[in-house]
């Protein structure tokens, strides 16, 4: 009986040695190779290359050209000044004012009448313009994110109607993201000027520094500080949370904005690494786009008699390419951000494609059997 007992007792210890052994090398394996498979799984960015296909897609640069015609024309018009169809409009003056202006109601002051955004664009847009310039490009912005996003994922281009079906149903959400910056942004500026209201007429002149002024930072300075971060971090959040918005089963916007939020604050020097790694992509599609706009507007020039609307377009398409990997790459670097934060892999999105799909065909058996 002992003599079992003993065997017993030495069968059941013995795998538990070996095992003891054995494990922290067969788990060290496991930790370091089980989750390599590809060259992408070691160098995440390499995912971001696959965006580069929208940039060959004719629907989407067909869509994203008419667009910028239509709000060039209505911005012009809006901003009283007139479009040079020989060209001078293309570039980065062109690039900089869609891209500048797009996340304006991110900025607090951006509904200012008047206010000028640089020389290098060269316009003082106001309320109009600001309204007409989210209007136009909010469903673009936003339906190119989904596709960068899935083109990241490893699959093919969306149907571009499902995309836009999409984009509508979510297209409130988008504007509570786009907005909710600048209004909490703008109550606590309401704050801090109410504050600073009563302490002048507490203490006096504000220039004087008095008793009141200096008590009143403890309401102040915490409120400018943080509308502040609002405005600079909205500059990056928003694009990341239309993103979420675009591609996450659950489209609330407040998660949304959360989201590109956390991932901006939390994760910046990563965001940035990303953000310079598809910017060189990025530029490398553009370029290319530029030799072909160069030679195509070569050949435009040298044709009798002139065609200023095709001289416009071809000035514009460089631009055009530059907004779509614009936002195509954000929601490529949404991805790779939300893989480092939550581990959820990159390939995991519940989104159909929307694409016709033939029916299967039926089996033999079932012809048999319908025949019989």
């Not at 640089?118 to 490009?137: L, Y």
């Amino acid at each position: 009986m002992s003599t079992d007992s003993q065997d017993s007792g030495s069968s059941s210890t013995a795998p538990s040695d070996r095992s003891t052994r054995r494990v922290p090398a067969a788990g060290l394996e496991r930790h370091l190779f089980d989750r390599i498979r590809t060259w992408t799984d070691v160098f995440p960015w390499l995912r971001l290359v696959r965006v580069c296909r929208i940039a060959g897609g004719p629907v989407w640069i067909s869509h994203t050209l008419i667009v910028s015609l239509i709000w060039l024309l209505g911005f012009a018009w809006l901003a009283d000044s007139p479009v040079d169809m020989m060209g001078s409009y293309g570039g980065l003056s062109l690039l900089g004012l869609p891209l500048a202006s797009a996340t304006m109601p991110s900025d607090a002051w951006a509904v200012v009448p008047g206010i000028n955004l640089g020389s290098w664009i060269g316009v003082s847009p106001d309320w109009k313009t600001v309204v007409w310039t989210i209007s136009m490009w909010l469903p673009t912005m936003m339906a190119l994110a989904r596709v960068g996003a899935i083109l990241t994922a490893g699959r093919d281009l969306p149907s571009y109607l499902s995309t836009f079906r999409a984009v509508g149903r979510r297209l409130l959400g988008a504007a509570v993201i786009v907005l909710l910056p600048a209004v909490v942004a703008a109550c606590l500026c309401l704050v801090a000027w109410c504050a600073t209201w009563v302490a002048v007429a507490i203490g006096g002149d504000s220039i004087a520094m008095t008793w009141a002024t200096w008590l009143s930072q403890l309401i102040v300075l915490p409120a400018t500080l943080i509308a502040g971060l609002l405005i600079l971090g909205g500059k990056l959040a928003v694009p990341l949370g239309l993103t979420a918005t675009m591609i996450e089963p659950d489209a609330d916007p407040i998660d949304a904005l959360s989201r590109g939020y956390e991932y901006t604050l939390r994760r910046l020097p990563q965001f940035t690494l990303l953000a310079i790694i598809a910017g060189t992509i990025s530029a490398v599609v553009v370029l290319a786009w530029v030799g072909v706009s160069m030679a195509a507007r070569g050949l435009a020039v040298s044709l009798e008699p002139a065609n200023p609307p095709l001289l416009l377009c071809l000035a514009l398409l460089p631009s055009v390419i530059a907004v779509m990997m614009l936002w195509a790459m954000v929601g490529g670097i949404y991805l790779l951000l939300r893989q480092s934060a939550g581990g959820q892999e990159v390939e995991d999105l519940a989104i159909d494609p929307g694409h016709w799909k033939s029916p299967a065909m039926p089996s033999v058996q079932q012809v048999n059997q319908t025949a019989g």
